[in-house]
């Protein structure tokens, strides 16, 4: 016994692991009871009309599948008269048009032998250039019918550039444009002009079906508002729903039918349309993949991460050689929606053949897979006749739709609810007091429980979607939600201290559900292939381990070797660009300099990508600096000008027109002494965020000043809630860019004029200082925010100030907002003249021009032609075209921003801020100013510091630093001025901008 | 025959200079030579683009009269954080290493590779462990524990408070001290003879503590002075925890700017790479003073 006394310790441990194993698969259940009909919560709004959801309950009985249809042309149509188009310029309509934009209406009667509901078809022809489909809103008999005909809309077809196609077997084969590596490069798409006739969809595309409308039996009034410019629409028609028979129908109706022998296959790749141009093509480096190399990139799948949105749709054309029955299989992958399906809807030649097609279910797969469409019991076969059919497959989310709008009622109930409670409980939480909650809201537990039985009833549903026992891992979030509503039920009167479970914070009811909002209406999903069929045994989907671990190893090797500097540098016609961006802005770059660029002036460009600016000091030290540098930070010119390595960029022939595009307050950072040594390529500016439904809400206008601003202080700090301005960031570094607007908009200034001491210990610095400081110390901003997003989309802090990383954010990452959600100016201060003083910083992106290049005029024409007007417009648009409308690129030059694809509201907005423009001036010493002004500001709020003396102890340090640079570079001798700095304002700005005309 | 001993003396040579010579040209190229262009930096002025410039002493007169923030904020705080880190993390390593040394075999095995763990994960154990475990955020881990217990009533600033940045950064790199030191003095403490400590207890020690005093520590002076050293030169050295934490350089009115931090700042942020090899000399020295002064107490006399 006691030999094995040594063992004791590792065994017991052992057995303790094995105990805890076993107790945990006997104790915890993994079953639920599966929900298989599910209507889904909706919350009806009595302000606004029903829901689609109700309309259709309603007029259930009257869906008629053989009434007809009826057509109204545009003759018909009560519109200002301005807005037609005569047939001739109706790019090839047979007959006369009109032309809508943003707000144009057409009224029209239309007269039904019989109610009933009936689908709706446009024939229209866009004209415009924007990325988003247009959308119409629509009236019968002067009101919507239900909320959602507030925003339908209908596909626009975008085709891929290529350079080339080849007639192949069964579809027609892509050449898609080479990058001087032989890569295949991304092509861009176009809109395919041309007049289409389309069903009439809702905006979100939460319906996969046209909606129907009813229409009474007699004369009906129908009204359309455009909601979208350079809509051209023809015929409007309203016609019966088709029946779509079930797949046992459509089976009957071809049974003896011949049987295909063969296997054909169609490359994803040669898609022939698609209906956003965000869907792009993948480069999938399995080795199964066809095309497929392991040097170089060959596109051959489409990208599953782009084909995600509801109503995304991708259409191939095949050539079919026989009449005959085929089978379907495709070789996918989704591994976005854990253990959950991702909906398709295929349409053959437009049309769906049976039932089952409306939604087929593509399940979880992490490898690719393939799937031969069926019902689990057989495979369905497809009646092809010879020619030519077009295969479309959209992105649905009909299955999901009840669990969506569960979570978008529940998510709004509960905004309700949390401001409910904060009226009356002033909104601080204060964990010493007690609340009787339910003597105010006497029903919120029985709320709270409601909702998470339809939770618990939605996440049963959703597992009943996915074909295995496993519990879906993506739907747990309900889960989660479930059981913080479920304790907060359970002890009602503790709810006000614990609203961060309800509906503030990253573990609370409204994150759990809005993320999974957002993950469920993204089926993200990949095809490589697909093959018609019938016997055929399909090729494996997945490499097997031996080829694909040897693909591995030579993609490995391959990726050492050197895939730049394509031209030699030493050719005096060559200049080298480093480009501090990501590598989607340089290919794009490279393609258009070698398009455009180098045959028409004969200058080649290598291109190379710099992933840290801090390289060019190193490259400076060895002597290896390129030509121009790309996308360095605001500061960097001027750190390399006055250290001698950059050239003054007025001297060239060119300067002053390029200079003239920007809002003159940009420049600033980038002049030293007599010379500009930058030039902006990307600019960032600062507005107003706020949520339109909490300030309509409680009745708080947006406000314009800084007065305003603390008059809806008291307001909202009733509710708990706040104004957020960048000073209150969880940052203590408080840069120039969050504290230089309060010195501009109180005519402070930052330095003296000879710049050799810093005067914000004048009056009008004072000022500036003291609103700065007293926006935190007596009116109680919030002072440690680390993210302002987060915050907005909680609520809790419904407006404030941020940039345009914010807007992206918001615009891309926010659905539980979407729509609630507005921009506004950058407060200002009113001044005696009226006008109000809105200057806020715009920092910016820069590109700088080296002392040590032998090819400087060359190196100037470059920076002309990329700087230029049309050059920046089109890399915004290709950028947007090619990967996405998230790929925003808000350029500096103004006129190429006018052009940018985004709400022209919104935009509208942008550029009048940039009116106001400013930016701090580059003095030596300065950057120790920033700090100081940063530690006062700490001092003053955080340690209640007097601010007369926290601004003259940062006077006092500031100058002594900016003396010492100045004696560093030269500006002092000994003690003693030799020569006045010039410090550049938006006053004295002008002078920069001209170019140089005299000898240098 | 002395042709013989001079062909002797060259093999010898050779064997010698193959030995040493690849440890000898590294350590000559990558330390000699940089203390020494350090050196040469240190009294010019150099503001990393153009050609350095000679100014005699003038970096190192600045640096005792005129840099304020040395001075106030950087030398106070770098020997605060010494003298608690140093000794501190030399005496909680000695202390676990001798706990170690009691334990059976595997399970000290076990425990050693846990306990210097931190001390090779520090970058990634930042982002993830710390950064989360302090974070300003309502929600972080933290703060949401004093929230709820409700100790305190507002989110703390861990990291971007000047009052708390300074404890903060002690406790982590107290936990990240058990390095190569703390292997040395395990093994150190291991190495001692089991015989010796018998003789003792024969002799009349009577517990495990006078044991230490008499019989542990003098036996392993060796592994003292090298743990003492390393300790040293790893606190002078730990000055990156202050910016990674704060996640800027200054950190917050300069309550985590150490001795290192001082010197990236005037050389990558300032572009004054002369001074900043002239602070970096003076940390040399300092280095160099606390070690000898290490050496004279622990190194064993013979």
Known sequence: MGKYKKYLIPLSVILVVLIFFLARSLLVSNKIEELKDYEGYIKTNNLLEMSYKDYLETYQSEINYGNGSISITPDDYNIDESLRINQNESNGYDMGVVRLNRGNEITFTINTAESGMYELYLDYFYIGNELLPPKIGLLINDEYPFYESRQLSFPVTWAPEVTDTKQGTYQVIHHYQLDRYNNEVQPKSSIVRAWQTSAIYDGSYFYGTPLLFYLEEGENVVKIISRSNDLLIGRVTFGSPKEIPDYKNYKATYAGKERYKGLITIEAEYYTYKSDPSIKLYSDTNPSSTNYHSRIKKLNAIDAYTWNEAGRSVTWEIDVPKDGLYKLGFKYIQYQMIDLPAYRKIEIDGEVPFAELLAYPFQYSTKWKNEVLGNGYEDYYFYLTEGKHEIRLTSVIDPYRPIVETLKSIMTEITDLSLDIKKLTGGKTDAYRDWKITEYIPDIADRLLSWADELDKAYRYGNSLNNTDKLAGELINLRYAEENLRELADDPDKIPNKLTALSEGSTSVSQYLGDLTLRLTKQTMGIEKFYLFTDSKLPKADANIFKKLSENIKQFFYSFKNQYSHYDSKDPDTIEVWVNRSRANIDLLQKMIDEEFTPKTGIKVNLSLMPNADKLILANAAGIQPDVALGVGNNTPYEFAIRNAVVDLRQFAGYEELVANYPPGVLIPYIYADGVYGLPETIDFYLTFYRTDILDKLDIPVPDTWDEVTEILPELQQYGMNYYIPLGSSSSYKGFSITLPFYYQNNAKLYADDGMSTVIDSAEGYRAMKMMTDLFTIYDLPKQIPSFYNHIRYGTLPIGISSSSAYLQLLIAAPEIQGNWDIALYPGLASEDGEVKRYSSVSSSALMMFKSSTKQEKAFEFIKWWLSTDTQSRFAQDLQTMYGKEYMWFSANLKALESLSIDEEHKQIMLEQLEWAIETPNVPGGYYLEREISNAWNAIVFNDKNIRTAIDEAVLSSNREIKRKMTEFEYIVNGVKVKDFLVPTLENIDYWLKERRDDK | ?302
């Open chain 2, 1 to 302: 025959m002395k042709q013989k001993l001079s062909k002797l003396h060259a093999s010898k040579l050779t064997t010698v200079l193959v030995f040493c010579g690849p440890y000898f040209f590294l350590f000559f190229t990558f330390i000699v030579l940089a203390v020494f262009a350090a050196v040469v930096l240190s009294f010019t002025d150099f503001n990393s683009i153009e050609f350095p410039r000679f100014v005699g002493l003038k970096n190192y007169v600045d640096l005792i009269t005129q840099d304020e923030v040395f001075m106030q904020k950087v030398l106070p705080n770098t020997i605060k954080f010494a003298l608690i880190v140093g000794p501190g993390g030399y005496f909680l390593s000695f202390f676990l290493a001798w706990m170690l040394a009691q334990l059976p075999h595997k399970l000290r095995t076990v425990l050693a590779v846990i306990l210097y763990s931190p001390s090779m994960t520090m970058g990634v154990a930042m982002s993830v462990v710390w950064k989360a475990l302090f974070s300003g955020d309502p929600n972080g881990y933290l703060n949401h524990f004093l929230l709820k217990v409700g100790a305190i009533s507002e989110p703390i600033q861990w990291l971007q408070s000047p009052e708390h940045l300074m404890t903060i950064m002690i406790i982590v790199t107290l936990w990240s001290s058990m390095g190569v030191g703390f292997l040395a003095m395990l093994s150190g403490i291991l190495n001692v003879d089991q015989e010796i400590y018998e003789a003792a207890y024969i002799d009349g020690i009577r517990n495990k503590f006078q044991e230490i005093f008499y019989i542990t520590i003098p036996l392993m002076k060796p592994q003292m002075l090298f743990g003492a050293v390393m300790a040293v030169v790893n606190t002078f050295q730990a000055g990156g925890i202050g910016v990674a934490l704060s996640g800027s350089n200054p950190t917050p009115q300069y309550a985590g700017q150490l001795i290192v931090n001082h010197i990236e700042d005037f050389g990558f942020i300032r572009f004054e790479m002369g001074y900043a090899a002239t602070v970096s000399v003076v940390l040399l020295l300092m280095i160099n003073f606390i070690s000898k002064s290490a050496a004279k107490i622990l190194g064993s006399r013979d």
